[in-house]
């Protein structure tokens, strides 16, 4: 699918992102190839920003540009590691084209947003996105909350949320955020229908040690 959207360029897949086999395909690439690599998350060094982690990325190529806009406010090797490698051996590095049109964004476009503006907001952690959320509250008329965040928001409003992934240290953040939207007349709007499901423990771990579970719908 890659090739085809770029034109039938090759592109050759590497079942690891580092080690071996990574820098066999590499290798193996002629002017104007690509490789695609396995995800790097597979690996702990990724999110430890490990040194030899971030090393090995940096021996598959000489330039760095991040075009990973949502993982780049993360210290991992793939993001702040391997650019800071190869800064240090003098190589050069830079944002990408969609860096610069998500930051372009950001600044030029919020100014004066185009009406109704409706934001997409998705993730984990209200805590990675609250000053972003605190930002918008002032210049759209409508939020919408998904991913695992919005149960921390569920919780801020008096919600039962079960296991589900929640920061709980961040419920008077979130419950100030809706406050604001209140006051501000937006509307800020989380999932109302949800799966609740049961936790089947498989006995495996995955390459980073952790158990595999699996989910079974209930309802």
Not at 67 to 78: E, G, L
Request: charged share 25%; net charge negative.
């Amino acid at each position: 699918h890659l090739s085809a959207a770029l034109g039938g360029r090759n592109v050759a897949f590497a079942p690891d992102c580092i080690g071996i086999e990574a820098r066999r395909v590499v290798d193996g690439l002629s002017a104007g190839d690509l490789a695609l690599l396995e995800n790097t998350r597979f690996h702990s060094g990724e999110e430890n920003n490990d040194v030899a982690c971030s090393a090995a990325l940096a021996e598959l190529g000489e330039l760095f540009v991040n075009d990973a806009f949502s993982a780049a406010h993360r210290a991992h090797a793939s993001t702040a590691g391997v650019a800071k490698v190869i800064t240090n051996r003098g190589g050069l590095c830079a944002a990408g084209l969609l860096m610069e049109r998500e930051l372009q964004f950001l600044h030029d476009e919020l100014a004066d947003p185009d009406r109704p503006f409706v934001v997409i907001l998705g993730g984990a952690k209200v805590s990675d996105k609250i000053k972003v959320i605190d930002r918008l509250l002032e210049k759209a008329d409508t939020i919408l909350i998904g991913g695992a965040m919005a149960y921390t928001f569920m919780l801020a409003k008096g919600f039962s949320v079960g296991k589900s992934l929640v920061e709980a240290n961040e419920v008077d953040t979130a419950r100030a955020a809706l406050d604001k939207a209140s006051e501000r007349n937006v509307q800020f709007l989380i999932p109302n229908d949800h799966i609740v499901a049961t936790l089947v423990v498989t006995g495996q771990l995955n390459n980073k040690g952790k158990p595999v579970t699996e989910l079974k719908e209930h309802r």
